[in-house]
């Protein structure tokens, strides 16, 4: 099963998309992985670079760059929260 | 305990009422109403657009409120927090807990907005005279959710 990769607020316009599948790279194993493959794309894919202090999740859990993946995760990228 | 993400207005009074209706173990509901200001970092604000994650919302909105409950004596919680277009002088959030006592009460509610502040996804992005731009997460909210020792 494929990734699903979500994307919010700032980094969603940025990117110009809110989701996406990917069926999970080569030597994709942890968040850190992934964010550095999405990255790598380059154009507007380096605004996950870019965005200050970027937070993610794994299946809406928040996690860190070294959080495992397994196919089928849900993970999200987003930057600081602002509610309230 | 009642979580709630929705676009539509809430009575505050109505939802303090309901956390006590037909028990007589609750001596202290405290609420908080978050509301839209009309300026914000030196910029008049026309309206903002409140954008969050749908189903990690209300898990973490609910893990917040769990949380409070292993802090202080909660006997009940209300969390509405609300999305979409929003304007000036509307309501965006409101906490309501019910405790035997106030101190409880008042804790945890200050407790579960320190925390929503800085732990649920939701985003804002005003719109001011010189065009829309997202909010950029605030130090002192940080310093306010750091106060509660883990």
């Not at chain 2, 809430?10 to 309901?18: I, K, L, Q, R, Y």
Request: hydrophobic fraction near 45%.
């Amino acid at each position: 099963m494929a990734l699903k990769i979500l994307y919010f607020a700032g980094l969603r316009e940025a990117i110009g998309q809110s989701s996406e599948y990917l069926a999970r790279p080569d030597g994709v194993g942890n968040v850190g992985e992934l964010h550095a493959h999405l990255a790598a794309r380059g154009g507007a894919w380096q605004a996950l670079a870019t965005t200050k202090n970027l937070r993610m999740a794994v299946n809406q859990e928040m996690a860190t760059l070294q959080t495992r993946l397994e196919d089928g995760d849900e993970i999200a990228f987003f930057p600081p929260v602002t509610g309230g | 305990m009642k979580v709630s993400v929705q676009s539509e207005d809430f009575d505050v009074g109505a939802e303090c009422a309901a956390i006590a209706r037909g028990r007589t173990d609750i001596g202290a509901v405290a609420s908080f109403v978050g509301l839209v200001r009309d300026s914000n970092d030196g910029a008049g604000i026309a309206r903002m657009t409140l954008e969050h994650y749908p189903g990690m919302t209300e898990k973490s909105l609910a893990e917040i409120v769990e949380q409070a409950r292993g802090r202080w004596d909660v006997l009940d919680a209300t969390v509405i927090h609300r999305v979409g277009e929003l304007r000036p002088g509307d309501a965006i959030v409101l906490v309501v807990v019910a405790s035997a006592h106030r101190g409880d009460a008042l804790k945890a509610c200050e407790f579960i907005m320190d925390y929503l502040k800085t732990r649920a996804p939701f985003w804002k992005k005003e719109e001011t005279p010189e065009g829309g731009r997202w909010v950029d997460a605030r130090e002192s909210d940080d310093v306010a959710a750091g106060k509660w020792k883990p």
